[in-house]
């Protein structure tokens, strides 16, 4: 089973990187003001004794993976002590292969048992969810599969086949409850599944959050001084814009029907071509989108014309919340965001009625990746969404978009939240971190891994910890 290519890790190192946002963000009942970045280095060997180090990022979007009653400090105090428990548990890690196998081995047995472990200390306190932990072992397993390419100086998309993988599809997803499983992913690897060629520009979606501002006459005087635009005109204009992703509440029908008006109408004065309305997972009832929808088709046929889908309305514990959402997917292509961590609750996504899935390279490359195969076999449709992914982030997250075939695009935002944040990697990597006539550009993103071009980019690190 072992291949000459395989690897194992050997060390890691990891770095906090606070930042600031320029405006606020609403993630559901919650607003965003800061984040801290967890940049991850590990270190892996292959059987002849050659080494490579391999990156990842991700942002610890504490509303994002952790929605709570619970103090913002306390649960942005477990992200980056779980961050730090994973550091040292990946650095012992015995396993030895493909990253897509180091990592599906590590998020199938490894990682529930931190996660058991993690909360069992925490005691009395309300333990921290599964999005919450695979969000911080996400920077960890994208750093491994950036050091297999670099290992082998080969771009890490071109080794997710039978000359790199030990195993095919059908021993890394196994579906008890389909006979078909095996034989639909026999033979089979995730290149299977992906574009043969990247897309070297990609559709960006604008994210219209719940405190963003649509118009001049909601401007106080309180708003950042810094060149950047304020207003939703003011970024269609700059960026060329054609895609417009609108946060609503889920607990206030009508402010969420006038909120996608008005932004359908700023839409149709701009020449916006696609939306898309997130609920952000408050709603309980299917009967509170058909609604909203209903009365959008009769009242503004265009504007829902525009709709292109809708995401993740209902809450993200799926299995808790078994809810029969065809009614809504009748009417409107529906995608599972939180809910989506793995093929296995996408499976149980699609029987409820869900029809696309949103995938994120913060919940793993290699459950992403996974999910990706599992949702394409089954006829479902994607869409990369963003986690507001600035610096090192950004390019793994745009490359998925790239390979994956989404609907449309790829949602991408760090740029109006923090754009300076990620100056040192946007000199590399300008179109990437810039959007121009409505896309990015992945044309910089080259060289053996994830292709950062690292010792290209200026940027001095905190002090790390290292295991």
Not at 296 to 324: A, K, N, S, W
Request: proline share 6%; glycine share 6%; hydrophobic share 40%.
């Amino acid at each position: 089973m072992a291949k000459s290519t395989d690897i194992r890790p050997k060390g890691a190192t990891l770095y906090m990187l606070p930042l600031t946002l320029r405006v606020p963000l609403k993630f559901g009942v919650e607003t965003v003001t800061s984040v801290t970045c967890a940049r991850v280095s590990v270190r892996v060997e292959d059987d002849k004794g050659r080494s490579a180090v391999g990156w990842g990022e991700t942002p610890l979007s504490v509303q994002w993976v952790w929605p709570s009653s619970l103090p913002y400090d306390e649960r942005h105090k477990a992200l980056k002590d779980f961050c730090a428990i994973l550091a040292k548990s990946w650095s012992s890690f015995a396993c030895t292969g493909h990253p897509i196998e180091i990592g599906h081995a590590f998020l199938e047995t490894e990682l529930p048992k931190l996660v058991t472990d993690f909360n069992s200390h925490r005691g009395t306190a309300e333990p921290m969810p599964w999005l919450a932990a695979l969000v911080c072992c996400s920077a960890f397993d994208l750093a491994i599969h950036d050091a297999f390419g670099g290992l082998h100086q080969v771009q890490v998309y071109q080794t997710y086949n039978a000359e790199f993988m030990n195993r095919d599809l059908s021993d890394l997803i196994q579906s008890p409850s389909s006979k078909k499983a095996a034989v639909r992913f026999r033979n089979r690897y995730p290149s299977d599944f992906l574009a043969p060629r990247r897309l070297d520009s990609l559709a960006a979606w604008h994210l219209v959050g719940g405190k963003d501002l649509l118009n001049t006459d909601e401007l106080t005087g309180d708003e950042p001084q810094d060149n950047y635009p304020l207003t939703l005109p003011d970024w269609i204009r700059r960026d060329g814009l054609w895609c417009l992703k609108i946060k609503l509440r889920g607990n206030d029908a009508q402010w969420d029907y006038e909120r996608l008006t008005e932004v359908g109408r700023i839409a149709l004065e701009h020449d916006v071509v696609w939306l898309t309305a997130d609920f952000n997972c408050t709603v309980t009832d299917p009967a509170y989108v058909t609604t909203i929808l209903d009365r959008l088709m009769l009242e503004h046929p265009r504007i829902y014309g525009m709709l292109l889908y809708v995401e993740q309305p209902f809450p993200y514990d799926l299995e808790t919340h078994q809810i029969d959402v065809h009614s809504v997917s009748a009417r409107k292509p529906l995608f599972m965001d939180e809910s989506a961590h793995d093929w296995r609750l996408i499976e149980l996504g699609r029987s409820l009625g869900w029809t696309g899935v949103a995938l994120k390279t913060c919940k793993t490359q290699t459950g992403a990746l996974l999910s990706l195969c599992w949702a394409k076999a089954h006829g479902m449709t994607l869409m990369v969404q963003d986690l507001t992914n600035p610096m090192l982030a950004q390019i793994p997250h745009l490359l998925l978009a790239a390979y994956a075939g989404t609907i449309m695009g790829v949602e991408t935002n760090s740029m109006q939240f923090y754009p300076d944040a990620s100056l040192p990697e946007a000199a590399v990597h300008h179109g990437a971190f810039r959007r121009s006539g409505g896309c990015v550009e992945l044309s910089s993103i080259s060289g053996s891994g994830f292709g950062y071009r690292l010792k290209e980019i200026r940027r001095i690190l905190p002090e790390p910890l290292e295991y």
